[in-house]
């Protein structure tokens, strides 16, 4: 079976600090890999989206980035933190194609002071 | 751009009660809607999706309905138990094709005892 790890599962940085997650999916290959943010009071954001090695999609304009080194490994980092980045940061797969099933991973909740 | 809201935002029940969440999207141009669940500090685990061929789903207590033309996905839950207690989430995918999702802002669900 595909199982979905995230760490780490809470995180606090100082403002200006640099930031690494990791997330890895295990039991499948060539999965769609996807970075979400949620806010406080506010739904979940795509931040970005990777149909593969090196293949990175940014949805929105920010202060991070992201990369895929490995087929089942997705990195969201950051050069330097702003408080606006503090939030929960979720990983998800789904099978290549069109519109199949999101499975996301646990979680990290990052809080920048 | 797709927009999807979810009323209410929150639900207080007692035990045993059968209760309906409600969704709904602006862009009937959809090819699923998924519902997750999340509980407090974690990951969001899909519930049910269902393709846009389909009226409904279901599995165990829970089902989906879709109807497409008006825009409206319903998820209904019988014999409510404390351990439902959780936010549901309803998702539908990006105008435009892929599996990049638009999320709802959720029902928070309480069951009391």
């Known amino acids: 079976s595909q199982t979905i790890h995230q760490w780490p599962a809470t995180l606090v940085q100082p403002v200006g600090s640099p930031l690494s997650l990791e997330c890895t999916v295990e039991g499948t290959s060539n999965p769609n890999l996807y970075w979400y943010r949620q806010a406080a009071g506010r739904g979940l954001q795509l931040l970005f989206y990777s149909v593969g090695i090196g293949q990175i999609s940014s949805e929105v304009p920010q202060n991070l980035s992201a990369s895929r080194p490995q087929d089942r490994q997705f990195i969201l980092s950051s050069k330097k933190l702003l408080l606006s980045d503090s939030g929960f940061y979720l990983c998800?797969?789904?099978?290549?194609?069109?519109?199949?099933?999101?499975?996301f991973g646990n979680g990290t909740r990052l809080t920048v002071t | 751009k797709q927009e999807v809201t979810q009323i209410p935002a929150a639900l207080s029940v007692p035990e045993g009660e059968n209760l309906v969440l409600n969704c709904s999207f602006t862009?009937?141009?959809?090819?699923?809607l998924q519902w997750f669940r999340q509980d407090p500090g974690k990951g969001l685990t899909s519930l049910l999706l269902?393709?846009?061929?389909?009226r409904e789903q279901t599995s165990g207590r829970l089902n989906a309905s879709l109807d497409k033309s008006s825009g409206r996905s319903t998820l209904y839950i019988a014999a409510s138990q404390p351990g439902d207690s959780a936010t549901y989430l309803c998702a539908v995918p990006h105008t435009g094709g892929g599996n990049k999702l638009t999320f709802g802002t959720g029902t928070q669900l309480k069951v009391e005892l």
């Open positions: 862009d009937s141009a959809i090819y699923n």
């Open positions: 269902i393709q846009s061929s389909q």
């Open positions: 998800a797969w789904s099978v290549q194609g069109a519109y199949s099933p999101l499975h």
